[in-house]
């Protein structure tokens, strides 16, 4: 039987457990979408489904959309998750706490750039672009991470799945309910990154918002352990 003493000396178990790292991820997506639907051109870079909807609105001439924007995200994303799958590959049969930080920091890395650009150049055509990349891509890398991972219910960027497990796995729906706090938390802490993202952006700009979610990022990655 493992004692105690070994629990602490494990390094896997040193820090904050991965569920509640992922439910501070969710939170910060929560954050990037705000940023990226209400200041950049109406385009998810966390949320790529909402992204790909968004590009079929723009491809139809919808007002208010982007084809570009839309683009530049997509493909941000998916070059992102391709680094994100190469990072998994090689740092898969490593220490899983060491791995999960090093994609935080590249996270946190990638926003705090983008923030410092928001501040730098607000409103620049260059500067949307460039956001819209940097964002992507650190939520591509992220996802990558996440979905190696494979923590059940913490996607941290979509619910559609969470939420319908909460509903038919729910004692209503004939199951026992086993999951539904940490999939109630993962909606909770989406709405509350939104929320939040979505204040600073209409009062305070889009460098605030970003600045905040990469703090966010870099706080996960100092703290997180390997253990769920």
Do not use: C
Not at 22 to 27: D, F
Not at 140 to 148: D, F, Q, Y
Not at 209 to 223: Q, R, S, Y
């Amino acid at each position: 039987m493992t004692t105690q003493t070994e629990k602490t000396r494990d390094p896997e178990a040193r820090g904050v457990r991965l569920v509640a790292v992922l439910l501070g991820m969710t939170v910060v997506s929560g954050l990037i979408d705000a940023v990226s639907y209400l200041g950049l051109g109406h385009v998810f870079t966390a949320n790529m489904t909402g992204n790909v909807v968004v590009l079929g609105f723009a491809a139809a001439g919808a007002p208010g959309f982007s084809t570009r924007h839309s683009l530049v995200s997509l493909v941000s994303f998916l070059a992102g998750a391709a680094a994100g799958g190469r990072v998994g590959k090689r740092m898969g049969g490593s220490s899983r706490r060491t791995w999960v930080r090093a994609t935080l920091g590249a996270e946190a890395a990638l926003v705090g750039a983008s923030s410092l650009v928001a501040f730098a150049a607000p409103g620049a055509t260059g500067t949307l672009y460039t956001l819209i990349a940097l964002t992507a891509f650190a939520m591509g890398l992220r996802n990558a991470t996440v979905r190696k991972l494979g923590v059940p219910d913490l996607t941290t960027t979509v619910l559609t799945m969470t939420l319908t497990g909460l509903a038919a796995e729910s004692r209503p729906g004939g199951g026992a309910g086993r999951r539904s706090p940490r999939r109630t938390a993962s909606v909770f802490a989406m709405l509350a990154g939104a929320l939040l993202g979505a204040w600073l952006v209409l009062h305070h700009g889009l460098g605030i918002p970003l600045l905040i979610a990469a703090a966010a990022a870099g706080v996960l990655a100092v703290t997180a352990s390997g253990k769920e």
